[in-house]
């Protein structure tokens, strides 16, 4: 039969809880790293980013790690609401031009 | 202070026909990227352009795929005598400057070829 194609990684997460979402990177060259979410039918948000001489920064309910050793970048969500339901993308600033290459997108389901 | 504008939102054509794709970047900003996006997949770099200039087109089809950015008006993304293969959304985003800086997007452009 015909494929249906990929289906994304969903984390569930329960209203009120912290969310945890990772990400894997390439390119041991990145300096700069982006989290969007994008819901359905629009295009990506920019949510929080991070230069590669740091390894933490801190938004409004949102923190990103970054680990340079292993190249591994995470999102965390604090007090987890309906309205973050969305596929969540990081990507990285691989080259001069500054054009972004994007990770596969994982899915944020929050339970009521 | 509008965002990132694209038009149409929906686009349909037929199996070879041209498809144009506009974009009116952020006030202020000067370069634009385009993305597609197959679905359930994250986004592919295409083109980055600056005003009159192709900086980097590393990620776009070496056929039927075209894009300009001039002097006056918005960029534009044309693809030529379409296949089913072109369906997916195409985003554009743009920036103040090239570096690190964070590049904002627009809704995109759902293409659906039949």
């Known amino acids: 039969g015909e494929s249906v194609g990929l289906h994304l990684p969903t984390l569930s997460v329960q209203e009120g809880d912290n969310s945890i979402i990772n990400c894997a990177y390439s390119n041991s060259a990145s300096d700069y790293f982006i989290w969007y979410k994008q819901e359905s039918g629009k295009g990506p948000q920019f949510i929080i980013d991070?230069?590669?001489?740091?390894d933490k920064r801190q938004g409004q309910r949102v923190t990103v790690l970054l680990n340079k050793t292993v190249k591994h970048l995470s999102l965390q969500i604090a007090a987890t609401q309906p309205g973050d339901s969305a596929v969540y993308f990081c990507a990285e600033n691989t080259g001069a031009n500054s054009k972004l290459t994007f990770g596969k997108g994982i899915t944020l389901s929050v339970r009521p | 202070n509008a965002g990132v504008m694209q038009n149409p939102r929906h686009l349909v054509r037929r199996r070879g026909q041209e498809a144009r794709l506009r974009c009116s970047p952020m006030k202020g900003h000067s370069h634009v990227y385009w993305y597609r996006q197959l679905p359930e997949e994250g986004l592919k770099f295409m083109v980055y352009l600056q005003k009159e200039n192709i900086i980097d087109e590393s990620g776009m089809p070496k056929e039927r795929f075209s894009a300009e950015f001039p002097k006056e008006g918005p960029s534009i993304l044309r693809i030529q005598q379409v296949v089913r293969g072109d369906s997916a959304a195409y985003f554009c985003?743009?920036?103040?400057?090239?570096?690190?800086?964070?590049?904002?997007f627009g809704p995109g452009t759902r293409l659906t070829v039949t």
């Open positions: 991070i230069r590669s001489n740091m």
């Open positions: 985003a743009s920036s103040p400057k090239t570096g690190v800086y964070e590049q904002y």
